[in-house]
């Protein structure tokens, strides 16, 4: 009965080679799963990457084909063909009605400021454009008003003041002459909102080639500079009626480029 059980109990174990055989089965096994994870987590960063770079291609495609469009005049001097392209653009904005007003500050917060009882009664008559305060406490900010309240005459700024302007300190609106610049700058697009002034009178706006009085020069200042998009590594412009954009990006060394046309209206 002892030699029964003794055998028995032999025949329930592993041997050793069966012990290597399922460790290197199991080795095997595991590491065709961790080289299938890998791979599919390097395709989803692919793709990943190369869906943001599109999105963002586009994004940014999109706002300077809408803002090219309206444009009223072209600055840059564009080549005709696509050979010595130009890496900006600078234009006329064309999406904003001439308004020139000046008036006193009626009460300011830190992203506020209340017009005059004699601004206009229209929500949202004064969005996009750029308020300057010329006299008083905090004079010589620039600031574009999102939000424009007709019947409380409040405007709300994009951007906090740095100075709160003072009751009673002058402010003047002056959408006469914008110019928007775009640009390539550390792989981001830039755009910029420029204007031109005279040298003897730095609020009022005027055309970037206006003739400058006598003793006087054209001067020029950015009055919002923010970036519109990233991971971009080529930017070109060329064309004259109809504007050709080049786009370049790149991520995680996974490359795209795009490509448009605008047709100008305005010009």
């Not at 999105?55 to 444009?71: H, K, T, W, Y």
């Amino acid at each position: 009965m002892k030699k029964y059980r003794e055998n028995n109990f032999k025949q329930k174990g592993f041997t050793l080679t069966e012990l290597l055989v399922v460790v290197a089965v199991l080795i095997l096994v595991t590491g065709i799963i961790s080289s299938i994870f890998q791979l599919s987590q390097k395709i989803y960063r692919t793709g990943e990457a190369v869906a943001e770079l599109t999105q963002n291609g586009r994004v940014v495609l999109e706002r300077m084909m809408r803002e090219i469009r309206q444009a009223k005049e072209v600055v840059t001097d564009l080549p005709e063909e696509e050979e010595n392209t130009s890496n900006e653009i600078v234009f006329q904005d064309g999406h904003l009605s001439t308004i020139v007003e000046n008036g006193l500050n009626q009460g300011a917060g830190l992203k506020t400021i209340i017009l005059e009882s004699s601004a206009s009664s229209q929500n949202d008559y004064y969005e996009k454009t750029f308020i300057k305060i010329i006299d008083g406490l905090g004079a010589g900010q620039i600031r574009e008003i999102a939000d424009y309240n007709g019947i409380t005459k409040e405007a709300t700024i994009r951007t906090p003041w740095d100075t709160v302007p003072n009751i009673g300190s002058t402010y003047k609106i002056d959408s006469s002459y914008y110019y928007i610049r775009y640009s390539l700058s550390d792989n981001e697009v830039k755009r910029q909102v420029i204007v031109y002034y005279f040298s003897g009178d730095s609020d009022t706006y005027v055309p970037w080639d206006a003739a400058p009085p006598q003793s006087q020069t054209i001067e020029s200042a950015v009055i919002q500079d923010q970036a519109v998009g990233e991971y971009v590594t080529e930017l070109n412009f060329w064309g004259l009626r109809v504007i050709n954009i080049n786009l370049s990006l790149e991520k995680h060394d996974k490359k795209i480029e795009l490509e448009t046309k605008v047709f100008m209206r305005n010009i």
